[in-house]
């Protein structure tokens, strides 16, 4: 199950001043310092480097739930966060913000099915990781953060992994959420839907073609609530204290959000 909030239309702007604070009919404001348990918690990145929340500190941290082998939301959630780093970085940001898609499937997840599925956004952003770890600490975590998971019976013909060819044995069912955290840590602000997709090419073809039928209908018709890259990057701008042009439009120039 998704929770759907209201979504509203950012508008482009001009500005040089401090990015207004995202509007909360797109999302939810908040003000949690994470505690040192949960920022501590082992991760490890799809090269197999271990890392945890701590690391990213005095960086913007933009963290998003998914798992490699799903086929209705998390490959439109990654293209959108993709999508967002690269335009961070377009803006000189990129060694301010960190992009972190930790997955919900640590029992498949393993470190090079991340290193492949990071792989097929190549170039691969370089300020966006993929992480992993144990079942443990990654049910820790999204425990904290409030994160909807639960392993769910595989479809009739199951579908075949991207990856091996081989017929999948269960599914995950969960919610799509983005949190947004400060340079001290804090948790700030969250977007709960899945992604509005500005242009379809924005996803590599392997995961276009992985998609059910579910997929394909979000990627061609986002429903009501769906995030998008302009939003997470109003987000990022106010936590920055920089507005951030927008995601340009195919063969477009980007503009000012906020």
Known sequence: MVAILATVTLLAGCGTGPA???????????????????ETLPLVDSAGH????????????????????????????????VATARQVQRAGLGDQVEFLSVTIDPVRDSTSRLAAYRALFAP??????????????????????????QRAPEVSPPARDWLTGKPLTYDISHADMVFFF???????????????????????????RFLSATGRQNLA???FG???????????????GRRIGTAPPPGGESRTAG
Do not use: F
């Open 226 to 240: 769906s995030w998008t890259v302009d939003q997470a990057l109003q987000a990022i701008g106010w936590l920055a």
């Open 50 to 81: 271990p890392t945890d929340l701590a690391a990213y500190r005095g960086k913007v941290v933009v963290l998003s739930d998914m798992m490699t082998l799903c086929q209705e939301s998390c490959p439109l959630d990654t293209a959108n966060i």
């Open 182 to 208: 400060g340079t001290g840590g804090d948790e700030r602000y969250t977007m709960d839907g899945t992604a509005h997709v500005a242009a379809a090419d924005q996803m590599p073809g392997t995961l276009r």
């Open 124 to 149: 691969a952003p370089a300020d966006w990781a993929v992480l992993g770890g144990t079942r443990a600490d990654l049910a820790r975590l999204w425990k904290y953060l409030g994160l909807y998971y």
């Open 221 to 223: 018709h986002p429903g």
């Open 20 to 38: 207004p604070a995202p509007p909360d009919a797109g999302g939810t404001p908040l003000d949690h310092p994470l505690p040192a348990s949960i």
